[in-house]
């Protein structure tokens, strides 16, 4: 064998390696591919849940127990305090919606296979909030996810279409009423008969000077029952800040 | 002539061991640029061990999810982020930098800029595209959902890829929150990032990638999320 063909054949060999070894630098990381295989919400799709919106749609999503809590704080608008006596009225409106209802006896399924009962089903129309409005997260595995718009913010309430929200919250979430409530412990909860009141008037107009709803699930479309994109956008949240902590 | 024998035997190809390596490699390496030429590959970008900035003009996804993951980051370890996927999107400029060190120069900025100039076109095209984000500003119009918007999904179950399961690569079960929605809008977004992968085709028309000593003045895409350093268009 001559001293040319052992050079041929060395670099034979050489480019072969070589070709191994550009290729398995050229094959990009997957961290995520092994997690593209298909992943059932529990054994055989048994931990969706089953939920149906006032509209009448029945929806099949894998819950993540993380509670959403949406909180409007109640400001006192009296420098007094809130001493028995001392009226704190509210008389701010810094959420409004068209109409509101409750249903009650809501039980929800987990991810986990765990169940939730004694939820309150809340469904708003045209639901915006004005100012000071928070949405973060409580339960999630080690982080808190906030999304904090500067003043106001929407949700389901485009201009010339009617949305509604569908918000499976709990028993202690509470909305504080505008004049309706006076005092600094004027927190109606969904099971207060103040809520059952303002349930009666639907398509009544309310308004509130604090929320503090603890969502665990919610659901807005802004068009039809399938969910069609319409431009009329069901959630929107201006000069909004979104960290995760 | 023996000796010549001998010398070959001793530093010879033995085909029969190599042919297979030889085969195995040339199969992978046409496999692998056959998928590039596709536009089959992901395209992966991963900052090591610190977030990088973003801005967009404006960020309109199809498909779209967000959901609490958990990635892998080189030198820092595990680290929880927003997940934000779509299947389809478009954008009106793309700015992403990061700051490396380096010993002599000092600190260099790392940017890549992309668009048209105009801000009434979006005309960078991608395909499931994934941003595993940190924080995030949609100023002025801000973040806008469309279709059916569901808030307190597991974020395994967000869907944003037809066909895929967990598309966001989330853990399993609950604790992991996720929005999923039909359509989506970031407008004037700003934010922070510790990896981007874009799986399908990409286009980035008027691409330039700099690297410039701050001492020369170079400067990231933003200095704070609020400011007002102009976005790319």
Redesign the interface.
């Known amino acids: 064998m001559t001293g040319t063909t052992r050079r041929w054949q060395r670099a034979w060999v050489f480019l072969a390696v070589l070709a191994v070894v550009v290729t398995l630098g050229l094959w990009p990381d997957s961290p995520r591919e092994a997690a593209h295989a298909a992943q059932a919400c529990g054994a055989g799709d048994a931990n969706r849940a089953t939920l149906t919106t006032k509209g009448g749609v029945t929806l099949h999503p894998c819950l993540s127990k993380v509670t959403t809590v949406m909180n409007i704080p109640r400001t006192q608008t009296s420098s007094l305090g809130c001493g028995t006596l001392f009226l704190q009225p509210c008389y701010q409106t810094k959420w409004q919606i068209t109409a509101v209802s409750k249903t009650s006896g809501q039980t929800l399924k987990y991810a986990d296979g765990s169940t939730e009962s004694g939820l309150y089903r809340l469904t708003f129309q045209q639901f915006q909030v004005s100012s000071s409005a928070t949405l973060s997260t409580t339960g999630g595995a080690g982080y808190t996810t906030t999304l904090a718009p500067d003043s106001a913010a929407k949700l389901g309430n485009a201009s010339g279409q009617t949305i509604y929200t569908d918000l499976w919250v709990t028993a202690d979430s509470t909305i504080n009423l505008s004049f309706l409530t006076f005092s600094c412990n004027d927190n109606v909860r969904p099971d207060n008969g103040l809520w059952t009141l303002a349930d009666l008037f639907i398509d009544v107009s309310a308004g509130g000077c604090g929320m503090n709803l603890k969502i665990r699930y919610a659901v807005t479309t802004s068009s039809g029952a399938n969910g069609e994109i319409s431009g009329a956008y069901s959630v929107n949240l201006p000069n909004t800040l979104l960290t995760v902590s | 002539m023996r000796a ?1 024998a001998a ?2 035997a001793a ?3 033995r085909w029969r061991q ?1 042919a297979p ?2 085969l ?3 199969l ?2 046409a ?2 640029l056959t998928l ?1 030429r596709q536009n089959v ?4 970008v ?1 900052y090591q061990g610190s977030t990088a900035k973003f801005s967009s003009g404006r960020v309109t996804g ?1 498909d779209v999810g967000f959901g ?1 993951a958990q ?2 980051v080189a030198g820092a370890g595990t680290k ?3 997940a934000a996927g779509f299947a389809t999107g478009t954008l009106d400029g793309l700015c992403v930098s990061q700051v490396q060190t380096l010993p002599v120069i000092g600190d260099v900025v790392i940017k890549l800029t992309s668009g048209d100039g105009n801000s009434s076109t979006r005309e960078i095209e991608a395909t499931n595209v ?1 941003l595993d ?25 967000i869907t944003t890829l037809a066909g ?15 929005i999923d ?3 989506g ?1 970031i407008f004037s977004a700003k ?1 922070y990032l510790y990896d981007a ?1 874009i799986g399908g085709p990409m286009t980035l028309p008027g691409l330039r990638i700099s690297v410039t000593p701050k001492s020369a003045g170079g400067t990231e895409c933003w200095s704070t ?2 400011d007002a350093t102009p976005l790319p268009h």
């Open positions: 010549r010398d070959a530093y010879g190809t190599t390596l030889l195995l490699a040339f992978m390496m496999a692998a590039l590959l992901a395209a992966v991963t199809q609490m990635v892998n929880t982020v927003l994934q984000i940190t924080q995030l500003r949609g100023s002025g119009t801000g973040i806008n959902l469309d279709g059916r918007v569901q808030i307190g999904m597991a974020s395994q179950d895929v399961d967990n598309p966001l690569s989330a853990p399993t079960g609950t604790g992991w929150w996720g929605a039909t359509a809008d934010g992968e999320p609020g």
